[in-house]
């Protein structure tokens, strides 16, 4: 993603942020080590609750280590958001970049394609492990939310997945910010179209290279005092 991509999407971060009452409650779905969540945490009011989720037990490590997450209280919830409860199988990414760094960025509940094994010859499934995982309906009632502003999703492949368990917790969302594939780079991946179609009361506001911004048409953000 280029820096005019970055600068659009923090320009949509300060609308949204600017729309919540009071209450603004966000969730980073897919954190991976945090690059995302002070810029998401910093277009909103200040006392925003932010939740975070991360699955892969190399990148929780990294997490813990956040300073910016220690000094806002960011919960890192341990768990992937999928169309279940309980416990599954998780694809850990591996091999390393041309930096020599390892790839921790691409782990899925899902398989990766011939066609992401072919674009990226030097990635790899380091390992499968098992992973608790739960569905956004779970979180949303465990919680007692009646609300949630905005949803940042990078969960590899599995959008479907956390629309199939979410449609609940959706009805009373404002935003999706999703990673989209229409080339279908992980098994049972939706293209943008599919995903829209699972999203009939949604609206495209934006679309980036490998990522989309959806509005629900029904949800009101009501300005409390």
């Given at each position: 993603m280029?820096?005019?991509?970055i600068?659009k ?11 919540c009452?009071?209450?603004p409650?966000?969730l980073?779905i ?9 810029r998401?945490?910093?277009n ?13 037990p190399?990148?929780i490590e990294?997490?813990?280590l956040?300073?910016f997450?220690k ?21 850990l990414?591996?091999?390393?970049t041309?930096?020599g760094?390892l790839?921790?960025?691409?782990s ?8 992401l094994?072919?674009?990226?010859k030097?990635?790899k499934?380091a390992a499968v492990i ?22 940042w999703?990078d969960?590899q492949?599995?959008?479907a997945?956390l ?10 969302t ?7 594939c229409?080339?279908k780079?992980?098994?049972g991946?939706?293209t943008?179209?599919?995903l829209?179609i ?20 029904n ?5 409390t005092t």
């Amino acid at each position: 993603m280029n820096k005019t991509q970055i600068n659009k999407i923090d320009e949509h971060l300060k609308m949204i942020g600017q729309q919540c009452d009071n209450n603004p409650i966000v969730l980073e779905i897919g954190a991976h080590i945090g690059q995302d969540t002070k810029r998401i945490h910093n277009n909103f009011p200040d006392n925003v609750k932010l939740f975070t989720f991360e699955p892969d037990p190399r990148n929780i490590e990294t997490l813990k280590l956040n300073t910016f997450y220690k000094e806002k209280n960011i919960p890192i919830i341990e768990k992937a958001i999928g169309d279940k409860d309980g416990v599954t199988s998780f694809h850990l990414s591996g091999g390393f970049t041309k930096q020599g760094k390892l790839f921790t960025a691409g782990s899925s509940l899902h398989s990766p394609t011939k066609i992401l094994e072919e674009l990226r010859k030097w990635r790899k499934v380091a390992a499968v492990i098992e992973i608790n995982i739960c569905t956004l309906d779970t979180f949303f009632d465990e919680h007692n939310l009646d609300h949630i502003d905005f949803i940042w999703a990078d969960v590899q492949g599995a959008e479907a997945d956390l629309i199939r368990g979410g449609r609940n917790a959706l009805k009373h969302t404002g935003y999706l910010f999703t990673e989209y594939c229409n080339t279908k780079h992980f098994e049972g991946q939706k293209t943008l179209d599919e995903l829209c179609i699972m999203l009939p009361d949604w609206e495209v506001i934006d679309i980036f290279s490998d990522d989309v911004l959806l509005k629900n048409k029904n949800y009101s953000f009501v300005k409390t005092t």
